[in-house]
């Protein structure tokens, strides 16, 4: 990326925010070093990726180009095997935490602030969700 890209967040997995951090020597689909958004009790791993290939047109676009995909679909991939390899093990017990792996290429308009996530985990925990 350069420096006058706009950039956006690409989402590769859930898990707890409790978890060791499992991101050491991972890239994601643009070579971008991974990192972590926590809210409450989960956590977010994501990735900033530019805009001038990841934003809606250019995505339209790019999701045409079969080697594109393919690449990019390899390092999406690469990126949550191996997170969901490594654990997370949970702090409780001898067993492995849940991680939800997101698909790639999805795409939303818009989501949640960290504030208003980590608003709406207190709501959902609060009510037993």
């Known amino acids: 990326m350069t420096g006058n890209d706009e950039t956006g967040v690409w989402l590769y997995a859930v898990t707890r925010a409790n978890a060791p951090r499992l991101l050491d020597g991972l890239s994601g689909v643009t070579a971008e070093a991974p990192r972590v958004i926590e809210a409450g009790a989960l956590a977010a791993v994501a990735g900033d990726v530019p805009l001038s290939s990841f934003g809606e047109e250019a995505l339209r676009h790019n999701l045409e180009d079969l080697d594109w995909l393919a690449t990019v679909a390899r390092a ?11 654990g997370p093990w949970c702090r409780s017990a001898s067993r492995r935490c849940t991680t939800t792996t997101l698909r790639c290429g999805r795409r939303s308009r818009s989501g949640p602030t960290t504030s208003s996530a980590r608003s709406s985990t207190s709501r959902d925990a609060s009510n037993g969700a």
């Open 76 to 86: 999406h991939d690469t990126l949550i095997a191996t997170l969901v390899d490594r």
